[in-house]
């Protein structure tokens, strides 16, 4: 099946750096990804959506300037949490799906554990 | 807005034993109802669905039903196996083309042998 990975799996920083999370679709072009945040014993929490060429959508509450997304081709998302706090250490997870998909061939990345100090 | 609701707690069977976890949802519209299953450092997979009212998603031994009447969508397996331990999320999207998803919160399975 379709493969999403993810960059790195684990990060560590101090608080006040910024963190680059990857999301790659390997064998296929996604033009939509999105963005999730896992809090411990909690649902994912759609932050963002990421459209491929364009600024992306985000949900109520969450900061574009502090999770900046960028979706630079069609294989390629990131997430950059700026000025990381320790609030800010959660589960990132990102999906992705094929242009001509629907909601069921979401595929999604094995998440990013990101622990700020 | 559109939420799900799973059942609290993880759960804890024996090998053939046999499993049920609640999920019921809202939505103001007509979802199509998911199951994901989360094995461990893997990333979430479709683990079966249903796109109207009555439908039965099934897959690997695991069956729900999409249940319009009590807005339920309970996940089942008659003989759970030690493979089957993992965490599965039930979800819904309200189809109107931005292909978003709802998650509930998770349910950790553990089947001990």
């Known amino acids: 099946g379709a493969v999403v990975s993810q960059h790195p799996s684990r990060v560590i920083c101090k608080s006040g750096t910024s963190v680059k999370i990857e999301c790659r679709s390997l064998?296929?072009?996604?033009?939509?990804m999105f963005w999730y945040r896992q809090f411990p014993k909690q649902s994912l929490m759609l932050m963002a959506t990421?459209?491929?060429?364009?600024?992306?959508?985000?949900e109520q509450g969450v900061e574009k300037d502090k999770f900046l997304i960028n979706h630079a081709s069609l294989t390629l998302s990131t997430l950059t949490v700026t000025s990381a706090h320790p609030e800010d250490s959660s589960f990132y997870i990102c999906?992705?799906?094929?242009?001509?998909?629907?909601?069921?061939?979401?595929?999604f990345g094995p998440g990013t554990r990101l622990t700020v100090l | 807005g559109d939420s799900v609701t799973q059942m609290e707690g993880p759960v804890t069977l024996s090998e053939e034993a046999f499993l049920t976890i609640n999920c019921t949802y809202t939505?103001?519209?007509?979802?199509?109802l998911f199951w994901y299953v989360q094995y461990p450092g893997e990333g979430l997979q479709l683990l079966l669905k249903?796109?109207?009212?009555?439908d039965k998603g099934s897959n690997k031994g695991f069956e729900a039903t999409y249940r319009k009447e009590t807005t339920s969508f309970h996940l089942e397996k008659g003989s759970v196996q030690v493979s089957d331990s993992a965490v599965y999320f039930c979800?819904?999207?309200?189809?109107?083309?931005?292909?978003?998803?709802?998650f509930g919160k998770g349910n950790q399975v553990v089947v001990i042998p």
């Open positions: 979800a819904l999207s309200d189809w109107d083309g931005n292909n978003r998803l709802a």
């Open positions: 990421s459209n491929e060429g364009s600024k992306a959508t985000y």
């Open positions: 939505a103001t519209g007509y979802p199509s």
């Open positions: 999906s992705a799906y094929p242009a001509s998909g629907g909601p069921d061939t979401q595929y």
């Open positions: 064998d296929f072009q996604a033009t939509t």
């Open positions: 249903a796109t109207k009212a009555d």
